[in-house]
């Protein structure tokens, strides 16, 4: 990474960074149906794990359920199968033609550990921020050091960096508060 372009790079690792919050957010059961819930299971079709989605439709006929049906249906069995072996906690309902989740409600109990699961996440997705910024200070410093940059620029640099972070943090929290939003309302 060349001084040139380490606040593009900077940004660019940031934003990989509130994607990842935000596809581990996905991953927490809100209560709600969501198709992204069985984005990690996979299926064994004709000796292959496949991706759920790329062998069944994954339909939401209410808001509570999630409705899989199958482009071949003699892989309705591997459905089945995958769904009860993944973590996602849900009983399929196999009526031979189709695969009904039926996600239950979230007790309050249960809204609260999901949503200190939500902080937990947060917090991990504001450390790799950070962890970002301080890579990007120290390269700043060492071309500073080398005589590339002025210390007027390396300033002007840092200062860039921080609102990059302070950004970028503002826009996790955000998508954190959106979640637990979504969690904790009935």
């Not at 209560?31 to 790329?54: F, M």
């Amino acid at each position: 990474m060349t001084i040139d372009n380490l606040l593009q790079e900077t940004k660019t690792r940031m934003q990989k960074s509130e994607q990842s919050l935000q596809g581990e957010l996905a991953h927490i059961r809100a209560g709600v149906a969501n198709a992204s819930l069985l984005n990690g299971v996979n299926v064994e079709y004709y000796g292959v794990e496949t991706p759920l989605n790329q062998i069944a439709s994954i339909t939401i006929p209410e808001a509570r359920m999630l409705l899989i049906t199958p482009y071949d249906k003699t892989a309705l069995t591997n459905i089945d199968k995958a769904l009860q072996m993944s973590d996602i906690g849900i009983a399929p309902t196999n009526d031979g033609d189709k695969i009904r989740l039926v996600i239950p409600a979230l007790t309050n109990e249960r809204r609260q550990e999901l949503s200190k699961q939500v902080g937990r996440c947060l917090e991990d997705a504001k450390v790799a921020v950070r962890n970002i910024r301080r890579d990007a200070n120290e390269h700043v410093k060492a071309a500073e050091k080398d005589g590339e940059i002025t210390e007027d620029d390396a300033r002007r640099m840092e200062k860039d960096i921080q609102k990059l972070t302070d950004d970028s943090t503002a826009n996790l929290e955000k998508l954190a508060k959106a979640k637990e939003k979504e969690i904790l309302k009935d």
